[in-house]
């Protein structure tokens, strides 16, 4: 996989249009008579082949960020945009359009279908697309063998290991080709060994696919292999 | 060597142990002889004591035929409004965090803590004659109590909480964490609700409309009050079962107690079928 990765050259992250961006993102919730400010003012650019590494601590906003930038929560104020095209007054159906074509999420835990096999789950995201199932299986056979599982595609998740299984997820999360991929502490579950092993798959596709990646971390390891590091201060981004 | 070194040092209190579980088992199951067994095993030795056909005769009454009749009507209407009542609730109150929430969650489970009694004078007091909405019912020739949707919102009030309790911690313990992956798979509302969230649910959603039934078909209290207890018109099952027995009738009382008791079986066989389900599902 690092030699795919060291192949692959990153023609669009020079163009420094953004893939995605939070513009001014507010975001609070009621807590008793008060206010909990969570995001206030949050500003981030994520471009072409771009990975992006969020750390910060517990309760900082992490996942409220997430959410925000994968259209799961609208901001109480500011806007996402992808490819500069905003998004705030977008329904409830065109966000769900959206999510499902051009935004890829992997979390801590693989959250595979464990009645279906490994190529079953990738193919997944795309029937529920509309694609035919002779078009899912073979983009997803080609993800899997991307991700060095084509000999596992067969397998259900409780037959593979816990790398396997989270690089499933993550061809599971580009199948329907997005544009952005968000992960929340993908390597979370795993052994060092294992992390790097998945981080570098990980990290080869968007490169190859020049998706815009924000990726959730606690591995300063793996934060410091990405291009950029942002953390959250007072519910504002900054690169450190 | 001394006799205390000879004798075994943990066989008196493991006896002790053992004897004490015997002795709790052995109150346990005599109380539940004379308290639950014996009384249900008389409503079915009396229902049938005087042979099968005069059982049938005494349920195929007109009175009892209608009885049972407006039972089913009534349990036919109830069932699935509170069961929509009670996903909706459930859903609200596991899956959301909103103010008020707390508030709506001690309202679900206010007829828990409410007599039926109390509950039926309640309704009486805003759709009765002399009600809040009587004068209002009256002139626009609307028949609330002593008549079916009397008996109906009053079996509705009583049985309420019954779904959503079930749900509630079953929701809140599974999270949204499926509801959240299928949402990021491109999956819509309606989508992560019949695929995801209802199946999720199925067993314990069986449980509590099972046991909202149940209790639709046996409620007495409210009923009696809203019902007027008009004889083949508005007696449910219960109510007859009442006059009957005070009517001296014990072989007919007791043969459409066997009705309910019988309803209360089958209710305890699936309840257990699915107790059995749900904690597979866990």
Redesign the interface.
Same mark, same amino acid.
């Given at each position: 996989m690092s030699e795919q990765a060291s192949t692959l050259s990153r023609p669009t992250a020079t163009k420094r249009v953004p893939v995605l961006r939070l513009a001014g993102i507010e975001r609070h919730y009621k807590e008793g008579a008060g206010r909990l400010n969570i995001l206030s003012g949050a500003n981030l650019s994520v471009y072409p082949g771009e990975l992006v590494a969020l750390v910060a601590p517990s309760g900082a906003g992490k996942s409220t960020l997430l959410h925000v930038a994968g259209l799961l929560e609208k901001p109480d104020a500011g806007d996402v945009f992808i490819d500069e095209k905003p998004l705030g007054e977008l329904n409830d159906a065109n966000r769900t359009i959206i999510r499902r074509l051009q935004i890829g999420f992997v979390y801590q835990f693989h959250h595979l279908l464990p009645e279906f096999s490994a190529l079953e789950n990738v193919m997944m995201p795309q029937l529920i697309r509309g694609l035919s199932k002779a078009e899912a299986a073979k983009r997803a056979a080609e993800l899997l063998s991307y991700m060095r599982l084509g000999e596992r595609k067969d397998h259900r998740p409780s037959e593979l290991s816990g790398g396997e299984q989270q690089r499933v997820a993550i061809a599971r999360a580009v199948a329907n080709a997005p544009r952005i991929l968000l992960a929340d502490e993908p390597t979370g579950n795993l052994d060092p060994t294992t992390a790097h092993y998945v981080f570098d798959a990980l990290a080869a596709l968007v490169r190859a696919s020049g998706l815009a990646a924000l990726i959730v971390t606690h591995n300063m390891d793996l934060a410091e292999r990405m291009d950029r590091r942002i953390t959250l201060n007072a519910g504002k981004i900054v690169e450190f | 060597m001394s006799m205390v070194a000879h004798s075994p040092p943990s066989a008196g209190p493991a006896r002790r142990l053992v004897d004490g579980r015997r002795l709790i088992i052995g109150i346990v199951l005599l109380l539940t002889a004379i308290v639950i067994i014996a009384p249900v095993g008389v409503i079915l030795i009396q229902a049938g004591s005087q042979g099968f056909g005069a059982f049938l005769g005494s349920l195929s009454t007109s009175d009892t035929r209608a009885a049972i009749g407006l039972s089913l009507v009534t349990a036919l209407i109830v069932v699935p409004i509170n069961t929509l009542f009670g996903i909706a609730a459930a859903w609200a109150i596991a899956k959301f965090?909103f103010?008020g929430r707390k508030l709506l969650l001690a309202i679900v489970e206010l007829p828990f803590s409410v007599s039926p009694i109390v509950a039926g004078i309640a309704y009486l007091f805003v759709y009765g004659g002399q009600g809040l909405l009587g004068p209002f019912l009256d002139a626009h020739d609307l028949k609330i109590m002593f008549a079916l949707p009397g008996i109906v919102l009053a079996s509705m009030f009583v049985t309420a909480p019954f779904v959503a309790r079930e749900l509630i911690p079953l929701m809140t313990l599974q999270g949204n964490?499926?509801e959240?992956?299928a #949402?990021?798979?491109? #999956?819509?509302?309606r989508?992560i609700f019949f695929r995801v969230t209802l199946p999720n649910i199925r067993w314990g959603l069986l449980y509590g409309i099972v046991l909202c039934n149940a209790r639709v078909l046996g409620e007495f209290g409210a009923v009696s009050i809203v019902s007027g207890s008009i004889r083949g018109e508005t007696n449910t099952l219960p109510l007859q079962i009442e006059l009957l027995y005070h009517d001296y009738n014990t072989a007919g009382a007791f043969a459409a107690a066997s009705v309910l008791t019988l309803v209360a079986l089958v209710t305890l066989v699936v309840k257990l079928i699915l107790e059995a389900r749900i904690g597979e599902g866990h």
């Open positions: - | 965090r103010p964490d499926d959240e992956v #949402a990021t798979l491109g #999956a819509h509302g989508q």
